[in-house]
């Protein structure tokens, strides 16, 4: 079974400032998928980035940024000049094939608070 | 394009009542998978519906069924509710093409007392 570990619970980080929340993942599988999530308090799932196994570069959109290692099979995400909307639980998720169609398997989580 | 609505947002309800939950796609999208997220078990994945046929099972007991209807609207029904129950119920929508990216609902988020 495919497994994805955060180690992080929580992370504080000063605005404008950069973080990096860890995740990493355990899969048999040659080829599957790394998504990272953003939940506000509100509880809505908010997708950021994704990266897939075969890809050659690591994945960017806007201020996020996906730290792909796959020898080391981490995902790690970077989020830069942070604001304080970005506090918030962050969520890394890996694809996991079944008979038909698949599932998302997530990690614990990292509560990412921005301080002003 | 309109995003994945989920009714009702909140729920309270006694233990050994049931619960319907309902899930509308994005336009387009035929795939609708159920996950529960709780405080301890964190997020777990129910099940997923295709083109009105229950595609995939997550290990849950079968109080918990679901169903979907031939525009693509996704019911969950969990029966005689436990205090355990209580959660955030999410449900996720996409077009199940190769890139699979699931696009989440708001949760419902229901309370058993």
């Known amino acids: 079974a495919q497994k994805i570990t955060q180690t992080q619970p929580g992370m504080f980080v000063q605005e404008k400032e950069a973080v990096t929340l860890d995740c990493t993942y355990d899969?048999?599988?040659?080829?599957?998928?790394l998504f990272w999530y953003k939940q506000p308090s509100s509880g809505e799932m908010i997708f950021l980035i994704y990266q897939g196994s075969y890809d050659q570069q690591n994945a960017t959109e806007g201020r996020y940024s996906l730290n792909f290692q796959k020898a080391r099979k981490s995902a790690n995400l970077v989020i830069s000049a942070s604001q304080l909307g970005d506090s918030a639980m962050y969520f890394c998720a890996m694809r996991e094939s079944m008979e038909y169609g698949n599932k998302l398997v997530f990690g614990a989580g990292t509560i990412l608070r921005v301080k002003s | 394009k309109a995003g994945v609505t989920q009714t009702p947002r909140y729920l309270i309800k006694t233990r050994g009542q049931q619960v319907t939950l309902s899930c509308s796609p994005i336009s387009g999208h035929r795939s609708v998978s159920w996950y529960q997220q709780t405080p301890g078990q964190g997020l777990q994945f129910l099940f997923e519906?295709?083109?009105?046929?229950?595609?995939n099972k997550g290990n849950f007991p079968g109080r918990f069924s679901g169903r979907q209807f031939s525009n693509s609207r996704s019911e969950m029904n969990v029966s005689t509710l436990e205090l355990g129950d209580s959660a955030l119920y999410l449900c996720?929508?996409?077009?199940?093409?190769?890139?699979?990216?699931?696009?989440f609902g708001p949760g419902t988020r229901l309370t058993v007392l």
């Open positions: 899969t048999s599988d040659p080829s599957y998928g």
């Open positions: 996720a929508t996409s077009t199940s093409g190769p890139y699979n990216e699931q696009f």
């Open positions: 519906y295709f083109s009105e046929t229950q595609r």
